[in-house]
């Protein structure tokens, strides 16, 4: 079967660091993607990981263990901005569909 | 300015109806979604096309019909046959063969009375 598995709901303070933990369960894999969706909004690319370790792309890392069916999204010094909900997502292995996780939705306070 | 269109932002339709859902990109993208979004939930697949006059049913294409007669367009039509047609609908597409990335339209919110 397929599944990806994310928490519902974290909640952090402003300058604080957070980490978003994905695992992921599918019959074939193409690569691992982070998104961030505002309410109401169309989600928006934030990362894409196909080899294991560490992808640093400013306040956002990405990080992946293939083996370990594990991925996480590390997020720095918080902004009220950042409250949204982040989507992992995982490629099968044609690259033709996205399996999503039910997103966890961050809650940023001051 | 290239992206992704979708219209009307929301949309109301009576019980038994059908109602299409308009995709457009300029993107020059090969690939083409279509998606929905419950509350609480993540995305779910509904079609996929990745060539013109081609498309594949994803997860939860029962309820549901959609066309690709241009590389351009993919409109999606929600039947009367879909028990429960309320919800966010996103269209995506992709430069496929090229990169997985996937970029989203800003949705449609059918609310079906």
């Known amino acids: 079967g397929q599944n990806i598995d994310q928490p519902t709901e974290m909640t952090a303070t402003e300058g604080a660091i957070v980490q978003i933990n994905c695992t992921y369960q599918t019959s074939g894999f193409n690569g691992l993607f982070w998104y961030q969706q505002h309410a109401g909004e169309a989600p928006t690319f934030l990362s894409y990981n196909v080899l294991d370790g560490l992808e640093e792309k400013g306040r956002f890392s990405s990080f992946l263990s293939r083996s370990k069916g594990y991925s996480y999204l590390l997020l720095k010094e918080l902004q009220m901005k950042d409250s949204a909900s982040y989507l992992c997502a995982a490629m099968n292995q044609a690259g033709t569909a996205l399996i999503f996780g039910k997103g966890t939705t961050l809650s940023v306070s001051s | 300015d290239g992206g992704i269109t979708q219209s009307p932002k929301y949309l109301f339709r009576k019980e038994g109806q059908n109602v299409t859902l308009s995709c457009e990109q300029n993107?020059?993208?090969?690939?083409m979604y279509w998606y929905r979004q419950d509350p609480g939930q993540g995305l779910r697949l509904i079609y996929y096309?990745?060539?013109?006059?081609?498309?594949q049913k994803g997860d939860i294409a029962e309820g549901y019909s959609v066309s690709r007669e241009k590389k351009e367009s993919f409109p999606l039509t929600v039947t009367s046959a879909q028990k429960n047609p309320t919800a966010f609908y996103l269209c995506?597409?992709?430069?496929?063969?090229?990169?997985?990335?996937?970029?989203f339209g800003p949705g449609t919110r059918l609310t079906v009375l």
């Open positions: 995506a597409s992709s430069d496929y063969g090229r990169s997985y990335e996937q970029f």
């Open positions: 096309s990745q060539i013109v006059n081609d498309f």
């Open positions: 993107l020059n993208h090969d690939a």
